[in-house]
């Protein structure tokens, strides 16, 4: 690799400015306005005038669900699916089966990952099998390097075992995160529990499910010593002023939030079906505006996309028996730049502390640099783009999208990690 990006914007959290950015094996060899002195002919040259580079991207919340399914995704198919959308790093939710508890079932992604563009991290479960009744061997697993605990896709309703959790993980400063749902309120749910279900006639989902755990959850965080705790894929109203009000008491409380909660609500179903069905259902207006507003205040620290694969016959089905999750790496970047940036709402600096900065320092990953010397990790986008998505370009070996044909700006170009160059193709 010898690349030379010739008058291109370089957009970090904190600035932007337009350089001349040159890359060779991976590592960044010249970052000035000046031309590189060691451009040569074998240096290949892309004209970066419509061109931002920023660091590169980070989804917290992906299943790629290996082991166990992997006719929906596998560790590959996931990272080639990350690596189109413009994503360098995901953390995986450990609901694959079996289920990441065991720091035997990391080495196996880490053995499957090895050499990718892309980096791919892991949760582990907080209980043994998900199953909410025995802890997982967290110090074992946080030394096996898992980022995160989390029982993904169940929710761990015991108090007892949850204040445990926080204590033992209080060992190594751990970092816990809840899919808040309080399964007693949501039983057989088909969607959000509102004007929409009951016209439906489906079985509804209410917000305040997911408000009772994320408030008993902040609570013991605060009890057990001001424990590190991250909400997963916050859906409500409730649950934005639950995070504000704990980070405004100083807790160490971080959420984030999908791009399909912040671009649908409720009644999309009507429209795309099973393919905007999931857990936490899509809301309506009020919760979306909400999130919305949570993520340009502040209160929302990341998004994430609960890139969730499901094979056709799992979601070519009645709406009822569907199954939960939608696809996300591949629209994620252009969703949410359409929705927060090209509206005026948020800069693009903000964007990438969203999707790239803020993700890294919760899992207390390094930070990107972009000094001469540092390996290169950078997401190219072109921003003046208008495009519409088009699933059959999509890598991810599962299609369970609703924004086929969406019309969105910014486009992934090009994906850079571990010495590798990958061009995006949406
Ligand atoms: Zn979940």
Known sequence: MNVYFENITLTTDTSTYKTNLHIIDGIIVHNSSDISPKKNENTKIIDGTTLTCLPGLFDMHVHFREPGQEYKETIETGCNSAANGGFTGVLCMPNTAPSIDHPAVVEYINSKA?????????????????????????????????????????????????????????????????????????????????????????????????????????????????????VSHMSTKGGVHLVSDAKARGQRITCEVTPHHFVLTDSSIEQYGTNAKMNPPLRTEEHRLALIEGICNGTVDCIATDHAPHASHEKVVDFSSGANGITGLETSFALSYTTFVSSGLISLSKLVSLMSTNPRSI????????????????????????????????????????????????????????SQMYTCNL
């Open 114 to 230: 090895k050499g990718n563009i892309v980096d791919v991290y892991s949760s582990a479960a907080i209980t043994v099998k998900r199953e909410g009744s025995t802890l997982t061997p967290m110090r074992q697993l946080h030394d096996a390097g898992v980022l995160m605990f989390t029982d993904d896709g169940s929710c761990l309703m015991d108090s007892q075992l949850m204040r445990n959790a926080y204590d033992y993980a209080s060992d190594f400063d751990g970092l816990l995160s809840q899919h808040c749902e309080d399964h007693q309120l949501t039983k057989n749910f088909a969607m959000n529990e509102g004007a929409v279900s009951e016209k439906l006639g489906l079985k509804g989902y209410p917000t305040v499910a997911e408000e009772i755990i994320i408030a008993r959850d902040i609570q013991l965080a605060n009890f057990c010593g001001n424990r590190r705790y991250h």
């Open 363 to 418: 899992l207390q990953l390094p930070s990107i640099s972009f000094e001469v010397g540092s390996s290169a990790n950078v997401t190219i986008v072109d921003t003046n783009i208008e495009w519409e998505i088009d699933s059959k370009k999509h890598l991810s070996k599962s299609l369970n999208t609703p924004f086929d044909g969406f019309k969105v700006f910014g486009k992934p170009m090009f994906t850079i990690n571990n």
